[in-house]
Structures are given as C-alpha cells and as structure tokens.
C-alpha cells in the first residue's frame, strides 16, 4: 500500500513514519512518498527516517520528490500536511494581528483567517489533482486550519477527504485518566469545529463520569485543561473545553500574554527549525538524536503563553508524545483493512448538527469502516456554544468565498465577522498589513 506524504519535508514527519513502523499487520503501508517543494528539507527528513529504519525489518520504504503529480500518481492514502508560507509566513501572521492588539495564533482569530486565506487555493489545487490522478485514494488532511482545509477539499472529493487533530483525543485520554478510567474503554461526547468543541460527557459502562469529575475541585485542577481554565469556569460552562478555547474565554489575557512574550510561538519554531535543518547539512550529524531532541522542546514549550497566563505551570509528562500520528494511522487501518473503530474527525455534518447545513465540515465522533467515516448523532449543543459555532463557520464560509472569488472585500468581512476581531477598521488594516507581507495573498484585488 502506498502512502504519499505532502509536505514530506516538514518536521513533524517522523512521527508520521514512527507509527508505521510499530504496524506490522497484513494490509500495512509498504512504500512511503515524500512530497516537498524544498529538496532540502526532504533530505533532512529522509536521513532520519532512514535512522529510524535502522535495524527494523520490513520496514516501509521511503522515497522523496518534488513533483507533485508523481507523488499522488498510484496512491492509496495521501496526507496532506503543507504549510504554505511557511514559519515565516506563520511569524508574520501573528506580528501583524499583535500589531492591532488582536490574536494572532495559527487557527484561531486573525492569524487563522490569514492562514487559511495562504492554504484553501493551493488546498484546493491539491484536491483537484487527486480527484484527477488518484480518484480511488484517501485524503486525511493535518494542514491547519484543519476544519477549514478539509471543508474546501471537499467540495471536490466528497467524503473521501477526512480531517483530523490530535486535540479531541488527547483531551478525552486526560480526563479518563483522571477519572481511573481505560481510555480504549470510554466514549468520550465531544461536539464542536476544528479547536472549537466541548466535551460534554465521557461515558464509561454506560454510565456518564463527567460530573463526578465538575463536581470535585481536586480532580478538576490536576489535568491540563484544568489548570487552563479553572473550576469555576469549568462548572459553569457544565463542560470540558478544548484548550484553544482559551483563547476566546481569556482572550485579552492571551493577547497580552503574546505581546509581552520574547518571541511568538511561530517565530520561536522559525527559528528552532531552523537550526535543526541547518545541523542536518551536516552528514556526521546524528540524524535522529538531532531531531528527537527538537522535537521535546517543541513539545514542552506548546501553548506556554496561555499556561502562565493560568498559573498552570508545566506541561505533563504524559502530554508530550504527541499522538496526532496514532489518528491517522487508526484511521487508516479502519478504512483499509475495515477495522471498524470510532474516532473524533473533521467531516461533513450531514444532519448531526442541525444549526448547521449537511456540507459544513464539524469536528465530532465518528464511526470509521471500509466506506469511511460516518459523524455520530449528538445532542444539540447549548446556546453559547451554539453562538460561538455558528459565528466561526460563517467565517469559514467568507474565507472559502474570499479565495474562491479573490474578493479582497469578502477577505475584510471575514476578520470583521470574527468575534476577536472587534472592528471593521481593524479588519480592513489587517488585510492591508497581511497582503503587504504574504505574496500569496496577492490573488486579493
């Protein structure tokens, strides 16, 4: 089985092909494609992925181009993980929003909007390309914002393009754990967009746990989220949230966390990256203890500013694997070997949320088998995170009509519509300043 990787360069990648490796099932994935528009950065990750290999029987083969039509041709799953722009693109996105006093992180608020902006018209390229050269293949889609992307890719390939992140599930491991319960063992009722959703229940045996854990303020304050948003709030909202909803509920204390911070996370990984990639030219360089090391500190200082804001202190140990990887590849094996299992992705909404039409993309649980995934009937959301749903898919929905179309007037309506945007002339400086520094945005006239 063939597995093509876009954006096969990046560093995340061995991730990726370190889950492969540990599968060993008949119906694995047998040859590896990297695709990359830097050569260098292709051969970097080549190197460790060979160190990886090292001593591994059968392991997946790996080879790298920088033709994307060759990469797609004969695919079985392509994932689609591009940052278009690039972490400077990223460091620039978030300097013009702080700039306005606004958020600029990479999903959520003006940074988003910006980001997305840059992706949905080669997203959508991509897209085109499969639907033309690999019509039979799986799309599972990591570029950020994950919910956006995978919703412009399918409006050409249909439910044969499946978003996923790592957040739902990480969340819901969190609270079971805390809960002594097996994460493999509990259905875990999360409802909401792309790093916009609540957990609302965690059912274990049929019975729900999760107001044993909003009713104990000790348990409630030793996980992640926890910490983030506190107990009180927890309690109010009757919910977990997903930890990018810090930045709507504490939205002037993130933004100002930003703007004091030395560096912004994008310019932080612009520059960390950068070293990495830069000891990699070296060939006496040890490929993956050069990486893996990158990769803790990566991990470690994630969402830092939005943790001191909470006094919640370090990340967990056990928060720092990652796990965006084990997904994919869950997801993967469900569809290509009909191993039926159930995973929180980004689909179309069909009828599960009815505040919103069947083709919106929407991040819930979902049942996964040969014919791909099949979004889970949930209860109606509360009003305020009705509110907050509603409000961001219509964003979405200007940002698909802005690259669509190359409005640059729709561009400045979806900032204005955003709720962390709060005006109109912020909105209109914002398109100015973004479309200054990111030529690809130039398409907007």
Not at 89 to 102: K, N, P
Not at 401 to 425: C, E, I, Q, Y
Request: proline share 4%; net charge negative; glycine share 10%.
């Amino acid at each position: 089985m063939k597995l093509t990787i876009l954006g096969g360069g990046g560093f995340r990648v061995p991730l990726v092909y370190g889950a492969l490796l540990d599968d060993h099932a008949e119906g694995r994935v047998t040859h590896v494609v990297l695709h990359d528009l830097d050569a260098g950065r292709l051969s970097a990750v080549a190197r460790v992925l060979a160190e990886q290999a090292a001593g591994v029987p059968d392991a997946p083969g790996v080879s790298a181009t920088t033709d994307l039509d060759e990469a797609l041709r004969g695919a079985d799953f392509v994932f689609s993980a591009i940052r278009v722009g690039g972490l400077e693109g990223r460091a620039a996105d978030e300097r013009v929003a702080l700039a306005e006093g606004v958020l600029g992180q990479e999903t959520v608020g003006a940074g988003g909007i910006a980001y997305g902006l840059r992706t949905v018209p080669v997203a959508v390229d991509i897209a085109r390309r499969v639907a033309r050269l690999a019509p039979e293949a799986w799309v599972i889609n990591f570029t950020n914002p994950a919910g956006l992307v995978t919703e412009a890719m399918s409006r050409h390939l249909g439910d044969r393009v499946i978003g996923i992140c790592d957040s739902p599930v990480g969340l819901g491991r969190r609270i079971a754990r805390v809960l002594g319960a097996n994460p493999e063992e509990a259905w875990i009722d999360y409802v909401g967009l792309n790093h916009l959703g609540w957990v609302r229940g965690l059912r274990v045996a049929g019975r729900d746990e999760l107001p044993r854990l909003l009713a104990d303020p000790a348990l409630l304050g030793s996980f992640e989220e926890g910490k983030l948003f506190g107990a009180d709030w927890l309690r109010s909202l009757g919910a977990v949230p997903n930890e990018y909803l810090h930045y709507y509920y504490f939205n002037r204390e993130a933004v100002r966390a930003y703007q004091q911070a030395e560096k912004t996370r994008g310019a932080f990984l612009r520059e960390q990256q950068a070293r990495f990639y830069a000891e990699m030219r070296n060939p006496d360089a040890p490929a993956w203890k050069v990486w893996d090391d990158t990769r803790a500190e990566r991990e470690a200082t994630y969402m830092a500013e939005n943790r001191e804001t909470a006094g919640a202190g370090e990340r967990d140990e056990d928060d720092l694997s990652g796990g965006y990887e084990k997904v994919a590849l869950a997801l993967m094996r469900a569809i290509a070997r009909d191993e039926r299992t159930t995973l929180i992705l980004n689909v179309r909404n069909r009828h599960t949320l009815s505040v919103l039409d069947t083709d919106a993309v929407i991040e819930v649980p979902c049942l996964v088998d040969a014919n791909g995934a099949h979004p889970v009937a949930v209860d109606p959301l509360p009003g305020h995170a009705t509110g907050l749903v509603c409000s961001v898919k219509a964003v979405e929905r200007e940002v698909l009509a802005a690259a669509g179309s190359g409005s640059r007037a729709t561009a400045v309506k979806a900032f204005a519509l955003h709720p962390l945007v709060d005006s109109v002339a912020v909105a209109r400086r914002l398109v100015e300043g973004y479309t200054e520094v990111h030529p690809g945005l130039a398409y907007l006239r």
